[in-house]
């Protein structure tokens, strides 16, 4: 495996592969990976016969007051980790090289990128829809995976993809989560050992969120109403946000007619989580099964 930190010499590479036919598969992470990124490495590899691994923690996709910082970091366990996950790249540019001074262009969508993540994290898709068109033209990839962890940030790159007419595959892989539910997470590590057990609120809000939905409950306001009163039960939890939204469009929705996802983000303490489920149930989410001991009322 190579590692490159040069943006120039990653787009010289990509460029030579392309010519000699080869099909590139792209996996862009903050690094700190877990097994949720390396499952998107193997339908990379799946799907291409070049993976590359950006580990890039893109400084213009945090707020002034976000955990840009202090962001977990451990290079040399990362390049491990993609050396035995059999990636031939890992890019792992600074970001003066890739935000030069003079650096002026942004991508912006301006209605989705306002809403549920967006509205909590002003500036947050901006960041990121210009770190990911970035990544393609360096990367040239012909196939990009990217985990439904981040639903509305995967719809978003889908739209760029589209509206921008760049040459790409976008790819949604499942959510991998830890035995209890948790989805995986860089971020899971601040969590204290009380604060881990209280994240389990997430993943048991969506899952009384798929039981009310099996039990024929359409209405947005009621699946929101008993999922907060979920969430309030747990003392440091905190919610953010919890939306009901069209699957294709990621529209409000109020009456459940259609495929739906809830959307969900909570504080557990100073860490913002954030998961999501698809109604009806569907293996992209990956929600544990629900045990004989829950009640639902
Ligand atoms: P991050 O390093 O957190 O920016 O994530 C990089 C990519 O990995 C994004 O496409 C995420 O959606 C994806 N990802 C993060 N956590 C998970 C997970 N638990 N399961 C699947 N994909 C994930």
């Given at each position: 495996m190579d590692v490159l930190v040069s943006p120039a010499q990653m787009q010289h590479t990509a460029l030579a592969w392309r010519r000699a036919g080869r099909r590139i598969g792209l996996v862009p992470t903050m690094g700190f990976l877990h097994e949720g990124h390396l499952s998107l490495v193997s339908r990379a590899r799946a799907e291409s016969d070049r993976v590359v691994l950006s580990l890039f923690v893109n400084p213009?996709?945090?707020?002034?007051?976000?955990d840009l910082s202090r962001y977990p970091r451990d290079f040399e366990r990362d390049r491990q980790l993609c050396a035995d996950a059999g990636v031939e790249i890992l890019f792992a540019p600074t970001p003066d090289t890739v935000y030069t001074p003079d650096h002026a262009v942004f991508v912006e969508e301006?209605?989705?990128?306002?809403?549920?993540c967006g509205a909590s994290r002003p500036g947050h898709f901006r960041g990121v829809l210009t770190v990911v068109a970035k990544l393609f033209n360096l990367v040239q990839p012909e196939v990009a995976v990217f985990g439904q962890k981040d639903a509305q940030q995967a719809r978003l790159i889908r739209q760029m993809g589209r509206d921008l007419n760049f040459p790409v595959r976008i790819l949604t892989a499942p959510i991998v989560r830890e035995p209890d539910g948790l989805a995986m997470s860089s971020r899971n590590t601040y969590l204290s050992a009380e604060e881990r057990r209280a994240a389990r609120c997430l993943n048991e809000a969506l899952r009384l969120a798929r039981r009310l939905y099996a039990r024929g409950e359409r209405q947005a306001t009621v699946l929101r109403d008993r999922l907060r009163d979920a969430i309030a039960q747990h003392p440091l939890a905190r919610l953010d946000y919890i939306a009901i939204a069209d699957?294709?469009?990621f529209a409000p929705v109020e009456t459940l007619m259609r495929p739906a996802i809830v959307l969900l983000a909570v504080w557990i303490g100073r860490t913002r989580l954030i998961d999501n489920a698809l109604l009806p149930d569907n293996?992209?989410?990956n929600l544990p099964p629900d045990g004989d001991q829950e009640i639902l009322n």
């Open positions: 213009t996709q945090f707020g002034p007051s976000e301006p209605a989705l990128s306002q809403r549920y699957q294709d469009s293996p992209l989410c």
